[in-house]
């Protein structure tokens, strides 16, 4: 039997877009066979761009199935609606999966999930509250690689006894285009947008150690640079943290917004690397590739 899961849409952003041409493909494409995903509504500020984005995305046998809604409240009352997508910028998610949840929907909000651990525990709790599902859409978290990635460093521990974990990642945003990223109103700076990607590997390696035995860091520290185009946000921002039941330090360093370092694997392959350094690589590019190097 298929279960089908009938989502709303909030926003009409860069993501939205992505997430929804997602939405529609046919599940099988992964393997799926027991789940169908459909579309039911879009909610914008605008109902304009809610009907653009349903002309632009949705294809010809939803069309006029799909309904706009000019405020985000609206779609949270419709009653077709199973799961609500966010993909406002994160100095909303608060306020639009608090709503979403107190009118009984399951919510899958993107990325950082809000701006900080007060807020995120109050969803939790009103989540629980409403035995209704909650998530953060820290997509690169569910990939085939991330358990590969576990198995490979704690099960066959491919890579022996883990010392020192370096995480590093850089993204040039526009200052134009992603507007969003050069304001604190709009939750910007590099630690808080792009701070979650190395976070999951952070954790992957160091939380998940078995020796750790799901502990929190004992150590956490960071230095930050504010941005040069608006000093409200921070350019880049580097954390260490010591998890000392599993012995291992761990440097996560963000880039952004407007000075990006990338490493990509082509360059750290051609670098000569002494034996006894091991370095395991995850290819952002394409989220296929773990290479032990
Ligand atoms: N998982 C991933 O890979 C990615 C996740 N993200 C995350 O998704 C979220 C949205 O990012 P993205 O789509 O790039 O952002 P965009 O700026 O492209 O879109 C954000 C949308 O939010 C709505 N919105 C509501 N309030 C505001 C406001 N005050 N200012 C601007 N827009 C507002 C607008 O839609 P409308 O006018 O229709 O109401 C707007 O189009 C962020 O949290 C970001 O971190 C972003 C990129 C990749
Ligand atoms: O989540 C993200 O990852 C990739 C970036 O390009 C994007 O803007 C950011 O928000």
């Not at 939405?23 to 304009?48: C, F, N, Q």
């Not at 399951?106 to 999930?113: A, G, R």
């Not at 700076?189 to 020796?211: E, F, I, R, S």
Request: charged share 20%; proline share 6%.
């Amino acid at each position: 039997m298929v279960f089908t899961l009938r989502w709303g849409i909030v926003a009409t952003g860069g993501i939205a877009e992505l997430f929804f041409k997602d939405l529609i493909a046919d599940p099988a494409l992964r393997g799926v066979t027991d789940v169908d995903h459909i579309p039911v509504a879009v909610a914008s500020r605008s109902v304009k761009k809610a009907q653009a984005f349903i002309d632009a995305h949705a294809p010809a046998d939803l069309q006029t199935k799909v309904k706009p809604y000019n405020t985000y409240g609206a779609l949270y009352k419709d009653p077709n609606v199973d799961c609500v997508y966010i993909a406002t910028p994160v100095s909303s998610h608060y306020e639009n999966a608090l709503e979403a949840l107190r009118a009984g929907k399951n919510v899958l909000c993107e990325k950082p999930f809000t701006v900080n651990a007060a807020q995120a525990k109050h969803l939790h709790a009103v989540a629980k509250e409403q035995n209704v599902f909650l998530m953060e859409a820290v997509w690169t978290r569910f990939f085939p690689l991330a358990k590969q990635f576990k198995k490979v460093l704690h099960v066959d521990k491919a890579i022996g006894r883990i010392h020192r974990v370096y995480c590093d990642f850089s993204v040039l945003f526009d200052p134009v285009k992603d507007a969003r990223m050069y304001h604190a109103t709009t939750g910007g700076g590099a630690l808080l947008d792009l701070g979650v990607y190395m976070t999951v590997w952070t954790l992957l390696t160091c939380y998940h150690h078995p020796d750790n035995q799901l502990s929190p860091p004992d150590v956490i520290k960071a230095v930050m640079f504010r941005s040069p185009i608006n000093p409200e946000v921070d350019e880049s921002t580097s954390v260490i943290t010591v998890w000392e039941k599993a012995k291992i330090m761990c440097i996560d360093a963000v880039t952004g917004p407007s000075i990006a370092v990338v490493r990509y694997p082509q360059e750290l392959r051609n670098t000569p690397v002494p034996d006894t350094n091991v370095i395991v690589v995850i290819n952002f590019r394409s989220f296929l590739t773990l290479s032990i190097v």
